[in-house]
């Protein structure tokens, strides 16, 4: 199970009480306006739109919410509020490469609340570039083979195997938990089309920032750095959080 997928296991067992719902349907309303912005509301030609509207629904975003962002996003309701897209990069504990996805209508205020995260942390902010070309940007889609009671979901590894790699998929991984299909960012959206045809409904479907050679660290020192991402994902501008620190299973018994 890749660093990814671990780190989502995490914040699932953590569960999630009704604020933190709120902040997730904020994030995810801002991360369908700007799709809207740049592709257009129509969520069968924007393959942006459609896949973040997946992953509203899959966080049971109600429908009036996911509509009015569409429209906000489009320009199409007059309050919209203008909303930028950033990338802020730097270094946590013991040298870890953190990017950081932002949505923001205050770009000053969201830097502010970034570089306190980084300086409680014991890290520090980079300049572009400093820390990006240790990642790749990928399509990664994942099937759980558990439900939320721990009972199996009757999917077959074998069969999501096949039909992947016959839509273009480059990478399937089969764990104990997880099935995860890695792809070309441009082949993310035919190969989950392809898999939802063939009847597998993806839990996640989303691009994503994998690094290329993950970092190795005892379990206090990963907890440091897992601490900065969790406080990372905490603020409200905040939609994602990419690192290369290799999670180990002692990591997440001691954060679930």
Known sequence: MSGHSKWSTIKRKKGANDAARGKVFTKLAREIQIAAREGGPDSEANVRLRLVIDKARAENMPKDNIERSIRRGAGLDKDAEEIDQIV??????????VLVDCLTDNRNRTISEVRRCFTRANGSLGEPNSVAWQFMARGYIAFNRQDGDGKATGIDPEEIFMVALDAGAEDVIVSTDVVEVYTERTDLAQVTQALEAAGFQPNESELIMQPNVPLELDAEAGIAVLNLVEALEELDDVTEVYH???????????LA
């Open 88 to 97: 802020y990069e730097g270094y946590g504990p013991h040298g870890v490469a």
């Open 244 to 254: 290369n620190l290799e999670i180990t299973d002692e990591m997440m018994a001691q």
